[in-house]
């Protein structure tokens, strides 16, 4: 029995297996001989397809424990069926979640320069502490158009999803709330992207762009208790 590597997610598209390794900072999409040997061991009915060696000496499969049932399989996520209403700048928002959502943002665009992924993904998993007002007195989704607000101070060239997302998973935790940070991708050409939802409502993107990508990883953090 196999299962992936703990940094390894993958996802198919359109018959194309996408690997994102997080230990490498890389996306990928697997040769098409290993490609079709991968999609048999899949689809198999035969426990005699073996896993293809390429998968196994570039450590994005690993053996199983006696223990594990093992796990090869896609990421999946709900697709998101409705987003946030149209940004109004006139709607007013308090100061110390302005203050605490700017801080947020300008710390995410520093750290994702000069940190590795694996290790964004893993503080952002890990941030389950903070201070602010409790989630049962504000909705996820009024605390997300606040923070869309302020966003929008920042020069359209500032504007990158990844840092952003992470800002506002890393900002609606603190606040109490869960949320879902997925990355997607598309091939043909190949692109790469990041969001923010809760369910199936999308927190900082919209509908018609999100669907073109098919979700490779996703990372859910956990409600702050308060």
């Given at each position: 029995?196999w299962?992936l590597?703990?940094?390894v997610s993958?996802c198919?598209?359109?018959g194309?297996?996408?690997?994102l390794?997080l230990?490498?900072?890389r996306?990928?999409?697997?040769p098409r001989?290993v490609?079709?040997?991968f999609?048999?061991?899949?689809?198999?009915d035969?426990?005699?397809i073996?896993?293809?060696?390429?998968l196994?000496?570039?450590a994005?499969?690993v053996?199983?424990?006696?223990d594990?049932?093992g796990?090869?399989?896609?990421?999946?996520?709900?697709?998101?069926?409705?987003a946030?209403?149209?940004?109004?700048?006139?709607d007013?928002?308090?100061?110390?979640r302005a203050?605490?959502?700017v801080w947020?943002l300008?710390?995410?665009?520093?750290?994702v320069?000069r940190?590795?992924?694996?290790k964004?993904v893993?503080?952002?998993s890990?941030?389950?502490?903070?201070?602010?007002?409790s989630?049962?007195?504000i909705?996820?989704t009024?605390?997300?158009?606040?923070?869309?607000?302020?966003?929008a101070?920042?020069?359209k060239?500032?504007?990158s999803?990844?840092?952003?997302?992470?800002?506002l998973s890393?900002?609606l935790?603190?606040y109490?709330?869960?949320?879902?940070?997925?990355?997607?991708?598309?091939v043909h050409p190949f692109?790469a992207?990041c969001?923010?939802?809760?369910?199936?409502t999308?927190?900082?993107d919209?509908l018609?762009?999100?669907?073109?990508?098919?979700p490779i990883?996703?990372?859910c953090l956990?409600a702050?208790?308060r």
């Open positions: 029995m299962r590597a703990n940094h993958f198919w598209v359109d194309q297996a996408v690997f390794d230990s490498r900072d996306y990928f999409a697997l001989s490609n079709r040997a999609q048999q061991w899949n689809d198999q035969d426990a005699r073996a896993m293809p060696e390429a196994i000496k570039n994005l499969v053996p199983a424990r006696q594990d049932p796990n090869v399989q896609p990421c999946t996520l709900p697709a998101p069926t409705e946030l209403p149209l940004l109004d700048l006139r007013r928002f308090r100061i110390t203050v605490e959502a947020t300008v710390r995410m665009r520093r750290q320069r940190t590795p992924l694996q964004l893993v503080e952002v890990r941030c389950n502490t903070g201070s602010g007002q989630a049962s007195r909705s996820v009024d605390l997300a158009m606040e923070f869309a607000r302020i966003r101070w920042f020069p060239h500032q504007t999803c990844l840092p952003d997302s992470l800002a890393m900002f935790n603190r109490g709330h869960a949320a879902t940070l997925a990355f997607g991708v598309t692109g992207h969001w923010v939802q809760t369910g199936t999308l927190l900082n919209t018609d762009h999100v669907v073109r990508y098919t990883l996703v990372t956990a702050t208790s």
